[in-house]
T-cell receptor
């Protein structure tokens, strides 16, 4: 089946620093990648949708200048949390989709971000 | 705006029982519905995907049904095992994005 990886799996950073999370589709080309965040005991909330070579579309309430998304190739998307604060601590999960429309999404294993 | 609700929020059953998890959604205009499993601190594992034109999908001990007109889906787990303990999420795809329910935390007691 389709495999999506994320790196790093865990990261601890100090308040005010920036953190980059990578999402890769290992055995397929992803037209679209999605970034979600999940707080403890809550469900996944979509942050943004990114298409290769174009700007990401952010959900309402998500600061585009704080959560920078780059989708440079059909197999790689990155999420950079800039000037991180403790309230940004969360579980970030990416997914990758082939084609458009209601196609299945394949999820990465997630990245646990802790901002101290 | 699509809303997805899962009932119950938590469920504890003895090993060997058959069980049903429920998912409801407010907008029946969907492309597909997916059931996922999430273990603590881990990502999502896709269990079953039902296209909007389908009524059910089966994989091993799992069977998922979809009734678009009533906005409901069920996930049936037969002969539950302790290894089935996890949070089960359903998600609907009205467009490219997925809208998730809040999940059902399942504990299967040995």
């Amino acid at each position: 089946g389709a495999v999506v990886s994320q790196h790093p799996s865990r990261v601890i950073c100090k308040s005010g620093t920036s953190v980059k999370i990578e999402c890769r589709s290992l055995d397929f080309q992803a037209t679209t990648m999605f970034w979600y965040r999940q707080f403890p005991k809550q469900s996944l909330m979509l942050m943004a949708t990114s298409n290769e070579g174009s700007k990401a579309t952010y959900e309402q309430g998500v600061e585009k200048d704080k959560f920078l998304i780059n989708h440079a190739s059909l197999t790689l998307s990155t999420l950079t949390v800039t000037s991180a604060h403790p309230e940004d601590s969360s579980f970030y999960i990416c997914s990758a989709q082939v084609g458009t429309g209601g196609y299945e999404q394949y999820f990465g294993p997630g990245t646990r971000l802790t901002v101290t | 705006k699509q809303e997805v609700t899962q009932i119950p929020a938590a469920l504890s059953v003895p090993e060997g029982e058959n069980l049903v998890l429920n998912c409801s959604f407010t907008d029946s205009a969907i492309y597909n519905l997916q059931w996922f499993r999430q273990d603590p601190g881990k990502g999502l594992t896709s269990l079953l995907l039902i296209q909007s034109s389908q009524r059910e999908q089966t994989s091993g001990r799992l069977n998922a049904s979809l009734d678009k007109s009533s906005g409901r889906s069920t996930l049936y787990i037969a002969a539950s095992q302790p290894g089935d303990s996890a949070t089960y999420l359903c998600a609907v795809s009205p467009a490219r994005q997925l809208t998730f329910g809040s999940g059902t935390q399942l504990t299967v007691l040995p």
